[in-house]
């Protein structure tokens, strides 16, 4: 999607290896997201951004980390990871102020085996 | 958890024909949005409606929003195969945790 791009697009990993997605936008917004999408779950936030250095976390946080060191870049580290998460994968931005909608990345597919 | 519930789960109609999905929700919002995702793609938003508006219009969509039930839906209009694709409706409370709901799966037969 224009403006935000997600790597890798895909990725096979072993349980108990750390895994780390990265999500790139050009917008210069101020909020990022990510999110994980599973059959009969819809979307489910994991952590979020509202600037450098600013993270929160989401309802499903445990086992993920985040860094955002630059504008542009938001990292999501799995520590160590298990079969339960794997999922795909959606990043997301927003310009600031409220009554905007999102921007998705395509998504990284990461199954961990 | 979900906040927004979608009903149907799947809506199957012909070209030419009008779909509508239901989302229901929970608790207070500042605005409801509806999403939609091709398979294998991302989500892509469609339509933003206010908690302070009652219908909103674009192109062949049209959302309608009651607070007081805490429902809303979405009418795409003279369908077409394009239109296949999983329909979410995403609740904004203003605390950056946007909730979406499983999705509608519509298909559109030539």
């Known amino acids: 999607d224009a403006g935000i791009t997600q790597s890798p697009r895909h990725k096979v990993t072993e349980t108990g290896t750390p895994v780390t997605l990265r999500c790139h936008q050009t917008e210069n917004h101020r909020y990022m997201y990510w999110y994980r999408q599973d059959p009969g779950h819809g979307l489910r936030l994991i952590h979020y951004?509202?600037?450098?250095?600013?993270?929160d976390k989401g309802e499903v946080s445990d086992g993920y980390s985040v860094s955002r060191s630059k504008t542009e870049d938001f990292l999501l580290t799995l520590e160590s990871a298990t079969s339960s998460q794997t999922s795909v994968y959606f990043c997301?931005?927003?310009?600031?102020?409220?009554?905007?909608?999102?921007?998705f990345g395509s998504g990284t597919r990461l199954t961990v085996v | 958890s979900q906040q927004g519930e979608e009903d149907p789960q799947a809506l199957s109609i012909q070209e030419g024909e009008n779909a509508t999905m239901n989302c229901s929700y929970k608790t207070s919002i500042n605005n409801l949005q509806w999403y939609r995702q091709n398979s294998g793609r991302g989500l892509v938003h469609l339509i933003l409606?206010?908690?302070?508006?009652r219908e909103k219009h674009s192109g062949r969509l049209r959302v309608t929003l009651d607070t007081s039930k805490k429902s809303s839906s979405l009418l795409i209009t003279a369908s077409r195969a394009a239109d296949t694709a999983s329909y979410f409706c995403a609740t904004d409370a203003g605390n950056n945790d946007m909730r979406f709901g499983a999705g509608t799966r519509l298909t559109v037969k030539p």
């Open positions: 951004s509202y600037g450098v250095k600013d993270t």
């Open positions: 997301a931005i927003r310009e600031d102020g409220g009554n905007y909608g999102y921007t």
């Open positions: 409606i206010r908690s302070n508006e």
